[in-house]
């Protein structure tokens, strides 16, 4: 298997995925009325993951994406 880091954007919201030989993450966000909030909790805290990866997955951002698509769709 590959390993991958994955940012899948939609007019709902963002998952970010990272999948290792021997683990896999996933982080639900969806947009609501005062920005967007997690579905699925943080990584924060969590000792499989290592600092180098939770900083890298926190400067993935989808929140304008899913912004911007969700106003296609109320246009």
């Not at 298997?1 to 919201?13: P, V, Y």
């Not at 966000?29 to 600092?51: I, M, P, Q, R």
Request: aromatic content about 6%.
């Amino acid at each position: 298997m590959e390993n991958r880091i994955t940012l899948e954007i939609t007019s709902k919201g963002w998952i970010k995925t990272v999948k290792t030989k021997n683990t896999t993450h996933r982080i639900e966000w969806v947009l609501d009325a005062s920005g967007a909030h997690s579905v699925t909790g943080s990584l924060e805290g969590d000792t499989t993951v290592d600092d180098h990866l939770f900083d890298v997955l926190s400067g993935l951002d989808g929140y304008d994406g899913a912004r911007y698509l969700n106003s296609l769709e109320e246009s």
